[in-house]
């Protein structure tokens, strides 16, 4: 039972979904995110919902960035099993 089912969903509500990010210089996410997790450390090159081109350097695994990005990019990043939350 989700007993929070009738809530709306807003900027600050937890996630409902996720899926594994494979990082593409020209594949978009398949919905933009809340917040991005990152499993192992590294560097997180995205592009933010706005456009705009964003390197996160060092970001320790197991971190979580609330970030809205449509798209993780190849390009510049090391970091690995990351998952998009929306």
Same mark, same amino acid.
């Given at each position: 039972?989700?007993?929070?089912?009738?809530?709306?969903?807003?900027?600050?509500?937890?996630?409902?979904?996720?899926?594994?990010?494979?990082?593409?210089? !020209?594949? =978009?996410?398949?919905?933009?995110?809340?917040? @991005?997790?990152?499993?192992? %450390?590294?560097?997180? $090159?995205?592009?933010?919902?706005?456009?705009?081109?964003? !390197?996160? =350097?060092?970001?320790?695994?197991?971190?979580? @960035?609330?970030?809205?990005? %449509?798209?993780?990019? $190849?390009?510049?990043?090391?970091?690995?099993?990351?998952?998009?939350?929306?």
């Amino acid at each position: 039972m989700d007993s929070f089912s009738a809530f709306p969903t807003t900027p600050i509500s937890p996630a409902r979904s996720a899926s594994t990010v494979v990082p593409s210089d !020209t594949t =978009e996410l398949p919905h933009v995110s809340r917040a @991005l997790y990152v499993g192992q %450390s590294g560097a997180l $090159s995205v592009e933010m919902a706005d456009g705009g081109i964003a !390197t996160f =350097e060092g970001v320790p695994a197991g971190s979580m @960035l609330p970030i809205r990005a %449509s798209k993780v990019r $190849s390009s510049d990043t090391t970091a690995a099993s990351i998952l998009s939350l929306w």
